[in-house]
């Protein structure tokens, strides 16, 4: 329906976490968007390292499963 993307985007808790930070905790929007990129650079890098990794075998997949 016509406008239900718009409508849930104001309920995302991740912006609503922002402004309240900037207004309660005296953080800078400048501060946060250093702090998104350093963290999307960490999630980058991780992602490469494990996407590189073999797939572990049937064996090492249930090593330590407790079910």
């Given amino acids: 329906p016509n406008g239900e993307l718009k409508a849930w985007k104001l309920q995302d808790p991740l912006t ?3 402004k309240s930070l900037v207004a309660n ?3 800078t929007v400048s501060e946060l968007d250093t702090l998104d990129s350093a963290i ?3 999630v980058s890098m991780v992602f490469e390292k494990v ?8 064996s090492e997949s249930i090593q330590d499963v407790y079910a």
């Fill in 40 to 42: 999307a650079t960490e």
């Fill in 51 to 58: 996407r590189k990794d073999p797939f572990p075998t049937l």
């Fill in 16 to 18: 609503a976490l922002r």
């Fill in 25 to 27: 905790y005296a953080m």
